[in-house]
């Protein structure tokens, strides 16, 4: 029988009720993400695996929390990223690239 802490099931609901911020900010995950960060050594791990050198300053769940609630606090299911990776993994990059004008709006 497995006993989970009366604090991960509180965990477990806050990510049930979609309220990600409140998880993000528990004690649980910040003591996990500096775990992670000082297993990567830092280093970006995707900018790793593309024979870059990044330093992160994020913690990526590989495996969704929205989808595996139970791994939201695995260690194994974390890895460290770089913002510009962490960004570009969400799809949150064509936010913040200014798009060409088609036209010039010189004024005279």
């Known amino acids: ?7 991960l099931k509180k965990l477990y609901v806050l990510i049930q009720q979609d309220k990600l911020v409140k998880f993000y900010q528990s004690r ?3 003591s996990l993400r500096l775990e992670a960060l000082e297993r ?6 995707t900018c790793k695996r593309n024979g870059k050198v990044g330093e992160a300053q ?13 791994l939201a606090l695995s260690l194994s ?15 949150r990059l064509n936010k913040y690239i200014r798009k060409k004008k088609m036209f010039d709006d010189e004024r005279w």
């Open 1 to 7: 029988m497995v006993v989970i802490d009366v604090d």
């Open 28 to 30: 649980s995950w910040r």
């Open 40 to 45: 990567d050594n830092k280093e970006c791990q």
């Open 58 to 70: 994020n913690v990526h769940h590989i495996k969704t929390v929205k989808e595996f609630p139970m």
């Open 77 to 91: 299911n974390l890895e460290s990223i770089c913002i510009k990776c962490h960004n570009n993994e969400h799809d």
